[in-house]
Nanobody
Framework: QVQLVESGGGSVQAGGSLRLSCTAS????????MGWFRQAPGKEREGVAI????????YYADSVKGRFTISQDSAENTMYLQMLSLKPEDTATYYC????????????????????WGQGTQVTVSS
């Protein structure tokens, strides 16, 4: 069983930055596909950034390319999402997610491949 706990959300003005963290307990992040999804009110949950189970390959949604960076610290069992140049349209609840050990995840990411989810952290960007 993997438990994921997000932190780092908050309220910023457009152009600001935030760093989200996701810490996994009772399991290693290695050999798992890890990712950040977000869901705005009335919209589908979308994959924002993924780091694949090789620990190096990444995916970014077009809407965040060049502004968001996903990374992980295996020693700390923590994944990060550095968000720069935030826009009002980035406002959403952000969730971290993980597959099973060795699990597959697609490009673009599909949420059903991710078994484990955090509780979500709110990001609000004002104009």
């Amino acid at each position: 069983q993997v438990q994921l706990v997000e932190s780092g959300g908050g309220s910023v003005q457009a152009g600001g930055s935030l760093r989200l963290s996701c810490t996994a307990s009772a399991a290693t992040l290695s050999r798992r596909c890890m990712g950040w999804f977000r869901q705005a009110p009335g919209k589908e949950r979308e994959g924002v950034a993924i780091i694949y189970n090789d620990g190096a390959s990444t995916y970014y949604a077009d809407s965040v390319k060049g502004r968001f960076t996903i990374s992980q610290d295996s020693a700390e069992n923590t994944m990060y999402l550095q968000m720069l140049s935030l826009k009002p349209e980035d406002t959403a609840t952000y969730y971290c997610a993980a597959t099973t050990w060795g699990g597959y995840c697609s490009t673009p990411p599909i949420r059903t491949y991710f078994r484990y989810w955090g509780q979500g952290t709110q990001v609000t960007v004002s104009s």
